[in-house]
């Protein structure tokens, strides 16, 4: 069973990153680009077959090590 | 318009981050883990109505600056 989570960082933290890359686009020549944020993709494979199982492990990761919940939320769906 | 870009590392392309994901996930206790990739995740918010404009820009957005094609995979979905 594999897990996609996405963690973004929560509206009204600064992202400087994601400034970064609007400003690159910009000097790239795309207009019309209103705000740019980037966050993380983090793909976990899980030996796991029962999907409620999956959930609260997957759901323990991201609150223990894989997001920073102060400033970040994460979400997840679980494909076979 | 917005896009969610997800850019992830080639298959066969080593993963150092999400190798040390995965070693801190097995040190923290979390059994069951196959492996964990790590790519990009980023929003995009275009003044653009057009799907159809909006889904080259982003596509030229990913190749000259977001994904590195040589390493990553790139894809995007548009939402309202």
Known sequence: MKAKIHITLKSGVLDPQGK???HALAALGF????SVRQGKYIEVDLAESNPETARSK???MCRQLLANTVIENYAFDLVE
């Open 58 to 60: 997957i759901d323990a």
């Open 20 to 22: 970064a890359v609007e």
């Open 31 to 34: 207009g019309g680009v209103d």
